[in-house]
């Protein structure tokens, strides 16, 4: 047998020779212990999402509020708005 299943073995013993109420306390423990497990999954996920969508949306022209007038007198057509008349056959 290897280290770890010598020590767990040694663990399962130790536990095996505590008392009844003891157990039920060590039972709320462990219970807590894995929620806090998960708990902490949960937070390096959702960190991790957040990383990752850092930059999404950047560009590389800084502010073109001023520019807005500009820009939109070159994306809307006059008579059709923001649409284009679909081109028939």
Known sequence: M??????????L??????????LIELSNFLDD????????QKI???SSFLQSIV???????HDISERDEE??????DT???WTQPIPRP
């Open 44 to 46: 390096e996920s959702s």
């Open 55 to 61: 930059g999404l949306g950047s560009s590389q022209q």
């Open 33 to 40: 212990f894995r929620h806090k497990a998960v708990q902490q």
């Open 2 to 11: 290897n280290g770890n299943t010598l020590e767990r073995q040694k663990f």
């Open 13 to 22: 013993e130790e536990v095996s020779a505590l008392p009844n109420d003891v």
């Open 71 to 76: 820009i939109l007198q070159h994306e809307v």
């Open 79 to 81: 008579t059709y708005g």
